[in-house]
């Protein structure tokens, strides 16, 4: 306990807060135990209505610390007017039953038994907060417990919310290119905006030079080429659409494995015989008026070749 | 994660569809229809070859606004286009329950406020705001953005930006490919 008023809070880790009051927590009464089983009961849940709102997660390898994150949450979603006294035994019922429902919900027996646990050291740990403050009450776990829930799930909530938010920050740095050196969350904030201005105004371009290149040809070139690929699942039989031998099928397989640059080698994929007429050499637009608005793209985001063609 | 082959191959085949629905190659349209078609069918196929995210939903929505572009959008998606197009149920919620947030943030700010320091306040509530603007920003960007919260905003984000980056690869695939040919 002196070690509790001692440590600063700011200073130590949630997880290390949690150790702590949990092992002070073992010291204590055993009455405590049906307390922490009921605070572990309605945690589950609120967990268990609040996992349903959580997005597709599963997608991601998350590490096991974020269930820490989830629990917390189901703890401060706790609404302290709820708090009804339930026997032990019922409520330890009522946990197994939800720890085999997040089991078959959780995708896997050791996220959910980790949950379990740090589901019952947040619950220690919400209530041993205010020990130190207030000891010779009689019913002392009740009163107390509702006001440390009423303003430590603030507290609580908050903090879940940080490392959730700043756990998706680090896919998205991840994702954004060039991104790694940068801290904090407006900066990153304005790095994923940049980013996804620059994709949406990439779209924007790329249709418009489609709209230029693209031609003159009849309608069942293109329902020749869908066609075509709807009938073929997988990439290696485009090269039987190909016509044109000299131009080996890269541009596609290049595609289909990687989200980088393309290798101009002129993948042939949509080279059905019949499209070779679509393609001819008279532009619509012509290639003279180049009236795309390139002040308004980032000077590294134009590829290469479109340099050359102007 | 996503970025799968088959994803990348439908939306190719989708966005195709898509401009042979929309009569892209024929010669009676202007530039800029050809554009905003190629764009349409670009757009749809992205969203269609996602699946059911709500940014994908916010994009159909906004596309079938316009009454011009139902129609190649039905033939598009098909089935899909019904479920797709369903407007987000949160949306008419949010602004109402933002009074109200609002205000507990703010009483709940002057009760900070009274317990800490000041400077540390300044700060705080300095980054908050800087933070919620760029969100805002953001829920701007995004198609659908309005009535997501913090958290399924970046997740959508995080899932929008992998989704135009094959969409922006995909088509830069078809426009070298048809480069390359017109050299010929």
């Given amino acids: 306990m002196q070690c509790l008023q001692q440590a600063p809070v700011s200073d130590l880790s949630v997880l290390e807060r949690q150790r702590l009051h949990f092992d002070w927590q073992q010291q204590e009464q055993p009455s405590r135990h049906s307390y922490d089983a009921d605070l572990c009961v309605r945690s589950l849940n609120s967990f268990t209505c609040f996992s349903n709102g959580l997005p597709d997660l599963a997608q991601y390898s998350m590490p096991v610390a974020s269930n820490f994150e989830e629990a917390g949450v189901a703890v401060s979603n706790c609404n302290p007017k709820r708090r009804r006294a339930e026997s032990s035994p019922k409520s330890k019922d009522e946990s197994n039953c939800k720890r085999g429902k997040q089991e078959t919900g959780g995708g896997g027996g050791g996220r959910s038994e980790s949950r379990q646990q740090n589901n019952r050291k947040e619950a220690s740990g919400d209530t041993s907060s205010y020990k130190n403050e207030e000891h010779p009450k009689a019913d002392y776990i009740h009163v107390r417990a509702r006001r440390g829930q009423a303003t430590d799930s603030h507290s609580l909530a908050e903090r879940v919310r940080r490392e959730r938010i700043s756990q998706r920050m680090k896919y998205l740095q991840e994702l954004v290119p060039g991104c790694s050196k940068i801290t904090g969350k407006a900066g990153m904030l304005d790095e994923i905006i940049n980013y996804v201005q620059s994709l949406q105004r990439q779209v924007e371009f790329l249709s418009m030079k489609l709209a230029a290149v693209n031609p003159l040809a009849a309608d069942n070139n293109y329902s020749n080429c869908s066609m075509g690929i709807s009938s073929e699942p997988m990439e290696q039989p485009f090269l039987h659409f190909n016509s044109l031998q000299a131009h080996p099928c890269s541009g596609l397989d290049m595609y289909m494995d990687s989200s980088s640059d393309l290798v101009p080698d002129g993948s042939s994929f949509v080279s059905c015989s019949a499209l070779n007429s679509l393609y001819g050499v008279e532009f619509q637009l012509g290639r003279g008026t180049a009236a795309f608005p390139f002040q308004s793209f980032q000077g590294n985001l134009l590829p290469n070749n479109l340099k050359m063609e102007i | ?184």
Avoid at chain 2, 26 to 54: C, V
Avoid at chain 2, 132 to 161: C, H, N, W
């Fill in chain 2, 1 to 184: 994660m996503q970025l799968t082959s088959s994803f990348k191959l439908n939306f190719l085949k989708q966005m195709l569809l898509g401009f042979q629905l929309s009569a892209v190659s024929s010669n009676n349209m202007s530039f800029h229809e050809r554009k905003k078609a190629i764009k349409l069918s670009a757009d749809a196929a992205i969203a269609f070859a996602r699946g059911r995210t709500r940014w994908s939903q916010g994009l159909i929505t906004n596309l079938s606004k316009n009454e011009k572009n139902k129609d190649v959008l039905k033939g598009l998606l098909g089935r899909e286009y019904d479920e797709l197009s369903k407007p987000c149920c949160n949306s008419w919620k949010i602004p109402r329950s933002k009074k109200i947030l609002r205000r507990c943030l703010r009483m709940s700010s002057t009760r900070k406020m009274a317990g800490r320091a000041q400077h540390d306040v300044g700060k705080s509530i300095l980054a908050k705001t800087l933070a919620k603007k760029r969100i805002q920003v953001l829920k701007k960007l995004v198609p659908g953005g309005e009535s997501m919260d913090g958290f399924s905003l970046l997740d959508e984000t995080l899932d929008y930006a992998m989704s135009l980056k094959a969409q922006v690869d995909g088509m830069r695939c078809i426009l070298r490919t048809s480069e390359a040919l017109n050299f010929k």
